[in-house]
C-alpha cells in the first residue's frame, strides 16, 4: 500500500517565478491538507481540499493556490515567489472520519534563490 | 498566542537513559493530540493519537499520556536509532477535518 506521495523531492527557484508542487493521498484517502515547514520550526497549515474545494485556509497569502482533482490527488502552486518561500512544503492525506489522522509524504524543499 | 509549546527545545541522554519530552496546549475544545517523529529532510511519521484526559498509548519504547493541558512522551531506555525531532500537535473540535496545529518540536539525541 503506497503511502502518500510528494513531486518534485527538490526544487530551485528564482524570486518572481511560480512553482507547483504535486501530492497523490494514501489509499482509501479523500482530504489533502498542505503544510510549510521552515528550518527549525514546525509545520504551519496552508490549505486543506475536500471534494475538490478548499474547506479551511491558514494564515497564508493569495499567492499560494491549490487544486484536487477527482483521484484525489493535489496540486499546490505559489506565484510570485519571495526568498522567505524557501522550506520544506508537505502533504498529508487522511479520512474524512471520525479518526481523522494525517499522514505525510516526504516533503518537497524549495529553494528560492 | 502559542497553542502549543514544547520543551526542551533540544534533548541529549546517553543510550539506556530514560526521560520525556513535555506538550502543553491551549485550544478550547480538544479533538485530539497527535506525536510525529521527524528524521532530517522527510516528513512527519505518525507515532500516536490521544483523544481524552487519562489516555496513554506505547510503542516500543515510547509511551505517551495525555492530561487536560499537557501531554508526555516518556522514551525508556533509548537507543541511537531514537534520536529525531519528535513534533506535537493538536486539533480543535470543529465539523470536517480541522488542521494540526503543531509546536516546534524537541529535538533528540541519543549517545551511544
Known amino acids: 500500500d503506497a503511502g502518500v506521495t510528494q513531486s518534485p523531492t527538490h526544487l530551485i527557484k528564482t524570486r518572481g517565478q511560480q512553482v507547483t508542487l504535486r501530492c497523490s493521498p494514501k489509499?482509501?484517502?479523500?482530504?489533502v491538507s498542505w503544510y510549510q515547514q521552515a528550518l527549525g520550526q514546525g509545520p504551519q497549515f496552508i490549505f486543506q481540499y475536500y471534494e475538490e474545494e478548499e474547506r479551511q485556509r491558514g494564515n497564508f497569502p493569495d499567492r499560494f493556490s491549490g487544486h484536487q482533482f477527482p483521484n484525489y490527488s493535489s496540486e499546490l502552486n505559489v506565484n510570485a515567489l519571495l526568498l522567505g518561500d524557501s522550506a520544506l512544503y508537505l502533504c498529508?492525506?487522511?479520512?474524512?472520519?471520525?479518526?481523522?489522522?494525517?499522514?505525510f509524504g516526504a516533503g518537497t524543499r524549495l529553494s528560492v534563490l | 498566542e502559542d497553542q502549543v509549546t514544547q520543551s526542551p527545545e533540544a534533548l541529549r541522554l546517553q543510550e539506556g537513559e530514560s526521560s520525556s519530552l513535555n506538550c502543553s496546549y491551549t485550544v478550547s475544545g480538544l479533538r485530539g493530540l497527535f506525536w510525529y517523529r521527524q528524521d532530517p529532510g522527510k516528513g512527519p511519521e505518525f507515532l500516536f493519537t490521544l483523544y481524552s484526559a487519562g489516555e496513554e498509548k506505547e510503542k516500543e519504547r515510547l509511551k505517551a499520556t495525555l492530561t487536560k493541558k499537557e501531554s508526555f512522551l516518556h522514551i525508556t531506555a533509548p537507543k541511537p536509532e531514537d534520536s529525531a525531532t519528535y513534533l506535537c500537535a493538536v486539533q480543535e473540535w470543529h465539523s470536517g477535518n480541522t488542521p494540526l496545529v503543531f509546536g516546534k518540536g524537541t529535538r533528540l539525541s541519543v549517545i551511544a
Open positions: 498529508a492525506s487522511s479520512y474524512r472520519g471520525t479518526k481523522n489522522i494525517q499522514y
Open positions: 489509499s482509501g484517502h479523500d482530504t
